[in-house]
């Protein structure tokens, strides 16, 4: 939190005050922080590029280990290996000075440094709409101690003449400027190519009157400063005075990108508060972000239209390029049988209004309506209803408002699966079944048979079971289709006990492989369908008044692997295929051998065991090559504990032995990993005895005070020296891990997650029942890869996507409960290279997030300002913008969110906006051809496959079988069921699928807080999500950043 003695302002109390005073004269003070977005790196980038390549000169064929040199993990490396090989600056040394002069000695070899960067620099909206506040009088004079000259370089775009003034031209500071002159002065400040103690006396005092002048400026005009860390003791002296001297009229706000300042400007800010000063600390304040707010509040007519004119408001969406999605055609090797079959539905319903609608739950009182009649009807902006108008006005009679309308069935009121039409027409579709194949149903989407087929004991309680089928309508492209999904029903009389249900429907349905879910589909098909022809189906039953017309063959779908034979098909089979696909071979993982050389593998742990992590040889460089591991646990259970953590050094080999078909053996720590691990014993400083909570705590109080409890034990060891922290939770505290009492919502490991990234504290939650898990290897494989990773060492990194792509996750977090309109709503932006590595992320509060199906989406403004967001982090990276940003979520991307991230994003070539879900309806079943026609294959359909269904969308299966640690063998991760796909929408971008499909597999396998060879979803997605729901429980997290592992 910032120190309350800091004088502060929220960033719009600061723009309301500049508004305000608008017609009174204000100065701009900008320092680096400023030009970043322009193409000029900050002076903290500056130092980090000057570390790695001192390391890197020094450590030849460590490039690549080093080349994000933006993680902490890398950076922390770099500087242990700098502090013992001498290359550090006594505290009382500037860094920035201190390398520059280490890395290029040479004083022409550093401005050689930063030529490239000025020359190629263009200045970005901040410095556009900073001309634009200048014509109108806002800003009289720029100040700076950078020496890019983007704000002449703007300002020659603009109605504006910039009278630069420099300490080889100071004379010009003492004219006065004429109407439409910005006067730009350009600081020497304590460093630029040299120190400005090494410069000419000349010089230096030219120097000092500049800075005189800068005093001068201040008795009458307030000074806004920005991206300025207040490094130079001798630019801070000329501001420390000119806020101290006497009769200073004007306010001074220190606009900073932390959350806190610097200890030299907080000592300003103090200090001036002290002496009764207007002076303010501005947090969370980017130069772009900063002068848009001013621009959109303080300019008007024509200035304001150029404003957003530069903001990208006006931009057209046609300028975002949208392709078809592509892949190469060849003939098919396999096929692929789907559950939908061809549906067509009826084409007009009736509407009418009510008198008066109910004031809440207005879909459960229309169903409690109409429920077990022939007359279906939905809410929207009038009753939309399905049956006969007597039927209708007998159950509504009095509240109809006017008359019952016959109105058509548009395209795009069935766009939506969840839309009001779609569940009008399934409604209708379940009941008009039922009635004609004396089935019982809900009559909303689930059908079942009247007599159980079985009966399943849960505990101490007999259940009945009923097979049963789940339908759905799925719009692709022009056609509707009617998805049949198997499963089980349970009697009304069961539903209180949703626990035992849920197991014993995981229990049958779990075992419902590829064969066995065809048999239960094709069961399901024959009760409804003819097996031959087209079957109709009335609504109401035998009225002929609404008809449904269902296909008597599902959609097929052909798919073409690689190193297999193509397939001829039948004749009479091409009108089955519906859609076309395609299989990429499962992505290559990164590793280093003990020689440095990178090595390959597709499966992350046989990687591991054979070859060691990508980041050991770099590790092994540091002088601290140990993992140490704390423990939190209570005092009964910690001989277990103990015992448990004393075989992390031993082999355990799967308990599958030859039948296993991913796992290897687990070979102890230090083999594996190349560096030991530590674990403590009880009565060790790093084990911590949790006190005992009172049995006769509630659920709330004793989560409560079991957070606490956690909390108080990792302060007591965070003077320790420790890697990560271990937190034991025994079965007997399952009832406090958290609680959902509806009017507040608490969960212990997300709060204690939370308060430990604030301290850059990893953390590890090991539950009891981990403990008595049989097979060893695998519980070892996936803490050991856990704790490996959270010690912030890099396991394994992707191999082969495009090192010029970027990767982004956006991720939210909200509060569902809150009232309409007072919803805060939390995203996070997280960045991924092309080797799958987490960068930085930011998190950030959507200011005016519109909120649609319970799901927050973005205003124009707020996209743009995340686009920025994004576009500066990129630049931290790297110093450079890629030439392909690819952006993942799980909302669709709408128009204002795709405009302001494009107009964020200036300067990427290539951007590609896809949205991400689980499927929830269509389902396939894999088959291998024999003997001239298809059987069910052994497996279910291959990881990496895909399905283009239309233009724009396309199936994608992350979850699947693929190839197994042994040759030739298959491997299928969970072996639950048969898998469901993602589904891929494209909003922008012009690459082909294939591409998308091999990103999106290899980021799958980027989880390093497990051992599992896959992710259902990308990283970007899952990482996203998880920053944003632990980051919501922040103190602070306005642009904090901090390494995505605390979070895991």
Known sequence: MID??????????????????????????????????SGVPSAKACIWQWKGSIFCTNNPGFEEQVSEISLKAVQDRIDRWLQVNGYYPDKSEDEYSYFIEKCLPIADDRRRFFEPWIRKARPHVGYRLLCLLAEVGLFRSIWTTNFDGLVARAASEFDLTPVEVGIDSKERIFRQPERNELMCVSLHGDYRYDPLKNTSKELQAQEIELKNALISTLRTHSLVIIGYSGRDPSVMDAIRTAVFQENAMGKIFWCGFSDEPSSDVASLLIDAKEK????????????????????????????????KQILGEYAEKEKLQLNAFSFPQGDPTTLIKSNAWPIECPTEMFEFQLREWPNNQVWKWMSQKTAGLQVVAVPFKKVLALGTLDGIRKIFSDLIDGEIQRVPISDQDIRYEDGAVVSLLRQALVRAIASKRDLCSDGNRVLWKNEKYTTE??????????????????????????????????????????????????????????????????????LILSPNEPTEFDFPAKSASFRFVIKSAPAFASIRQPRRGSIKLPDDFGRLIHHHGFEIPEQSLRFKSRARHTVTDTLPLRGLAAHGPFDQSFVSQADDDQIRVAVICPRAEAPFLEQFLSVGSQIHNPQRGAKEEYLVPYTGFERIFRVPVKFPSRGDPLWYTIPEIDSQFDQRSGALELSRRIRQGVSSLSAAGRSVVLIFTPDRWRLWRGFNNGEEKFDVHDFVKAYCVQRGISTQ???????????????????SVALYSKAMRTPWVLDSLDPNTAFVGLGYSIDQRADKGSHIVLGCSHVYNAQGQGLQFRLSRIENPVIFGGNPFMSFQDARRLGESIRTLFWESHLKLPSRVVIHKQTPF????????????????????????FESSLRYINSQPQNGKFIEARYPVRRGTAVKLTDHEALLWVHGSTEAAQTNWTYYQGKRRIPGPVVLRRYAGTSDLATLVSEILGLSKM?????????KLPATIQSS???ARIGSLLDRFNNSSYDYRLFM
């Open 4 to 37: 309350k003695d800091i004088p502060t302002f929220e960033l719009d109390t600061f723009v309301r005050s500049i508004g305000v005073n608008r017609g009174s004269p204000h100065a701009l003070f900008l320092g680096a922080g400023a030009s970043v977005s």
């Open 276 to 307: 009764k000063r207007q002076v303010y600390y501005v947090p969370g304040a980017a130069f772009d972000d900063v002068l848009t707010r001013i621009a959109h509040h303080c300019l008007e007519r024509s200035h304001l239209s150029s404003a």
């Open 1025 to 1027: 999500k998880r920053i």
């Open 1007 to 1015: 989880d390093w807080n497990s051992g599992d060879l896959y992710a």
């Open 457 to 526: 004991r849960e505990g101490s309680n007999l259940y009945d079971v009923h097979h049963a089928a789940r339908l759905a309508l799925r719009r692709i492209g022009g056609q509707m289709y009617v998805t049949i999904d198997p499963t089980v029903h349970f009697p009304a009389e069961n539903s209180d006990n949703e626990d035992s249900i849920r197991n014993i429907r995981m229990r049958i349905l779990g075992y419902q492989h590829n064969d066995k879910f065809n048999k239960a589909l094709n069961n399901w098909r024959g």
């Open 765 to 783: 939650f090991l539950d009891q029942d981990t403990l008595g898990y049989q097979d060893k290897c695998r519980v070892w494989w996936w803490l």
């Open 894 to 917: 709408r128009g204002d969110e795709q405009r302001g991230l494009h107009a964020g994003l200036e300067g990427v070539k290539d951007l590609e906006l896809i949205e991400i879900n």
